[in-house]
């Protein structure tokens, strides 16, 4: 964990969040500005600061992440309408904290091509 990561802070429980799902490699938070009816944050659990920087140690998260998603896509009752996974990476990606999350979005018809 690092004391100065917003998303460690949260998935600490140092810092309020509304908490929708938590396991042991996932906490899935909603975001405080919501870009759809629908749109939660899974935060790894482990401090890893980006999606580039998974390592071969890290093997396993981001399973656990998309199977986070899909117990939580369940639980909001979009899973069969259908939803957007995101992940922002790096500066031009998007990313505005650098803690690995991927981005649950639904209860709206989604636009393609994206910002
Ligand atoms: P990204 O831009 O992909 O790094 O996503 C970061 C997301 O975190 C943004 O959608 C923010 O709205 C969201 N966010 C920032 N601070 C909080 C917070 N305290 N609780 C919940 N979501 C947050
Ligand atoms: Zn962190």
Redesign the pocket.
Known sequence: MSSEC?FCR?VAGE?P?AQVYSDAAVVA?????P?APT?I?LLARKHIPSVRDIAKADHGVMTEICSAATEVAKQEGIADAGYRL???VGRDG????DHL?V?LLGGRPMAWPPG
């Open positions: 917003l949260i810092l969040a938070i909603r975001d405080i500005s870009q749109h944050l995101v992940i922002n998007g990313q505005t904290v999350h981005h």
